[in-house]
């Protein structure tokens, strides 16, 4: 055993004495003989389902006491459903360290413009914590507010010389789409931007390119959800790379019975060996990904992990199965990649909503046929031309919100 190997194991065991503390785990490992348990025999041990979390409430899986609590969060699914954690200061930090694995390498010369949400959301508070480790500033530009409409978002990114900015994917999308419609160049208009990182939505090499693109500067992804924090984080490389000493990462078979095959699409289960708060153990959060060993250029050793959207995306035509990472690639690869669209599954096929402010550049009959070739599934398509998909109108829309005036005086 290496002692790579054996600190994992430390971890691991520390992990176990310390989740029986949560009502959850207390009665669900209340059978089981933890004593002696190592890595190799955690598929022993059950696995967590997210209806597990939802049936033990938002205190469920909290495994210290209240006074060691720094912070709560809280993600709403589509269907309205939490997922909730809860953070010690100290699992603020390492969340923090977590995201310090990506690519960027912050320094302390860099001024990072976040916009992610900063109500309840995880990755803001995670990027703040990546950027005073690094000895980083801020410009907390908060996406899902009226304080920082689009427009605003540009300007300071371009008064401030913000060098790295960090959001989820569609932001940017709409920060580039915001700055042709007041007329700038985005991969022109901010000499001093040097990178972008992205986390909080399916983001394939695709997209990622496309971005990029619009930008002009690298884009680097990071995987994590509300409940684990940050699970991976792309390198120079464009790998993600799953951030070991914090993580133990498992790809099993839909129905969680069993491993798939390495490097093979499945469930992944999701043990966190570093989380305090709220520490969880083979959770199984319906996330699609594969997992693969990684030799990379960059020296960073982690597994490589990918991930392909939420197994209640995943759409099947008989034997052909479609992730969210396969629609999006196919959707991406066209030219030109449209501004916003959206998929509809039907009977024996897709429908696809397509808006782009180029559209002119698009033939229908060879959009179709591009998508229907690499998707293997019959596809119509509908070119929007109105607000459907986006409102332009609104995007440009400089509307701080209004600070309530109190007393007014005599002019
Ligand atoms: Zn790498």
Known sequence: MTEYDRERERKFKDLLARIVKSPLYKEKLSNYNLNGIGLNQIRTLPLTTKKDLRKAGAFGHLAVEMKEVAQ???????????????????????????????????????????????????????????????????VPASGRTVVTPYPRVLQLMERLHVTVAAGLPREFELLAETARLIGSTPSKYFPALRAICVAGELMGDKRREHIQKLWGVPVYNMYGSTETANIAAMCEYGIMHIVEQDFFVEVLQEDGSGPVEQGKRGGAAIT?????????????????????PALCACGRTGGKLVHYGRSKDRIRFGDNVLDGFDIQEAVYSLSPVPDAWKALEQENGLHFLLDSHDSGKWSEDAVRSHLSGKLHVPVTIEIVNDSRLLDRVELVKYVPSTKPVYIQKLT
């Open 272 to 292: 966190t060996f570093s989380h305090r708060g709220s520490p969880l153990l083979r959770y199984f959060n319906e996330d699609i990904i594969s997992v693969e």
């Open 72 to 138: 709560y969060h809280e993600s709403t699914g589509t269907t309205g459903e939490h997922s909730s954690s809860w953070f010690t200061l100290q699992d603020l930090g390492t969340g923090g360290r977590q995201l310090k694995e990506c690519g960027v390498r912050l320094t302390p010369e860099d001024l990072v413009l976040i916009r992610f949400p900063y109500a309840m959301a995880l990755p803001a508070f995670l990027m703040q914590q990546a950027a005073w480790q690094s000895g980083a500033g801020i």
